[in-house]
Each structure stands twice: as C-alpha cells, then as structure tokens.
C-alpha cells in the first residue's frame, strides 16, 4: 500500500523558514517523479514543485522560485521542501504528490501558517 | 500559464441523476487533462488522467469526456458518496501544472 506521510508544519513568522519532510512507502521511490502541491482556502490547488527520481532536474511555479527548494533521498525514502523567507500568502496545507506531471497518491498534508 | 476555469462553482443534484462538470482550457491541453475528488477534512483524490482513462479502482460511473480546450466530468448515477468538490488539472503545458478552482457536488 502506498503512504505518504508529511510533517514538520507549525507556524511560523512571516520571513522564517520551514522544512517540510514526506516519508514515502510501499513503492519504489527511487523510480518516480515527486511533487509537492499546496492548498489555500482562497486559491485552492496549487502545485509548487517536482523533482525527478535521481533529483538531478527540478522545476518550481513562479511564486515560490528563488525561495523553496525541492530535494530528496532516495537512501530514506523521503522528500523535502526547503521554505525560506516565508510570507501570509503562504499559509496553506501542503502535500506530498507521487508522480510529477499527475498525482496519483496524495499525503493527509501538514499545515504551514505564517503569522506574526 | 495555462489557466484552468470549471464550472459551476456548485451542483447540486438528486440522488441516482446524472452529473456533468465541466473544465475549460485557456489554451489547447490536446487530452493531457486529470480530474481529482476531495472530501471534506481529506487529500484529494485520483480519479481519471488523459482525461477519459479511471484511475485504479475508480467506479465505472465516473467518466470524462473531451479534448483541445473543452472537458466534461460525468458522474452517470449520483451517490450519497460523490459529495465532494472535483478539481481538474493540466500537464500537457507545464511548468506550472495548474488546477481549476473546482466545482462543489452537492445532493439536492
């Protein structure tokens, strides 16, 4: 059966930063793209990044470039992302996504909010 | 960037009765179009991808239907367990892969 399980969410005040992990499970993880997407009441869904499955390709929308990094270690089965100089706007639950164009197993999300 | 418009915003429909939602492509998407269920307190949901293909044990009353920029969800006989808000979401032009805003599936 395949999981995903994020963690590392909390709040945290806007220009702070965040790691967020997903520990993955009953796949190959080694094999596939993997994608974070968040969601936010007023914009709904939102993907953010993928990585390719040796990590050596990367790719971000817009309005997190330059600020999140997407990473993974394929020895621990686990993906990261990398939140720095967090603002509001970003307050959101954030999920894990198996594959990278299409996400075929989603997280249960671990909440991020940015508050002074 | 590809933007991604459903519509309506909410159905409401009666149990047992036919449900289309539709999606609409800002520019041609040819048939790269995926379609996701999520209940209330729950992640999203993989339902179809190539916008008719279901996605491991999905019900055969969901199907989906279209191509270029026009793309329909059907739900032929509406169950209690349908009620959720179904978004579609693009990846033929990427990045961004970009979502819809969703449309709520409530029961008359």
């Known amino acids: 059966e395949v999981q995903l399980v994020e963690s590392g969410g909390g709040l945290v005040q806007p220009g702070g930063s965040l790691r967020l992990s997903c520990a993955a499970s009953?796949?190959?993880?080694?094999?596939?793209?993997m994608s974070w997407v968040r969601q936010t009441p007023g914009k709904g869904l939102e993907w953010l990044a993928n990585i390719k499955p040796d990590g050596s390709e990367k790719y971000y929308v817009d309005s997190v470039k330059g600020r999140f990094t997407i990473s993974r270690d394929n020895a621990k089965n686990s993906l990261y992302l990398q939140m720095n100089s967090l603002r509001a706007e970003d307050t959101a639950v954030y999920y894990c996504?198996?594959?990278?164009?299409?996400?075929?197993?989603w997280g249960q999300g671990t909440l991020v909010s940015v508050s002074s | 960037e590809i933007v991604m418009t459903q519509s309506p915003a909410t159905l409401s429909v009666s149990p047992g009765e036919r449900a289309t939602l539709s999606c609409r492509a800002s520019q041609s998407i040819s048939r790269n179009l995926a379609w996701y269920q999520q209940k209330p307190g729950q992640a999203p949901r993989f339902l179809i991808y190539?916008?008719?293909t279901r996605a491991t044990d999905i019900p055969a009353r969901f199907s989906g239907s279209g191509s270029g920029t026009e793309f329909t969800l059907t739900i032929s006989s509406l169950q209690s367990e349908d009620v959720a808000v179904y978004y579609c979401q693009q990846y033929n032009d990427w990045p961004p892969l970009t979502f819809g805003g969703g449309t709520k599936v409530e029961i008359k």
């Open positions: 009953g796949f190959i993880f080694s094999n596939f793209w």
């Open positions: 996504g198996k594959n990278g164009r299409t996400f075929q197993y």
């Open positions: 190539d916008t008719s």
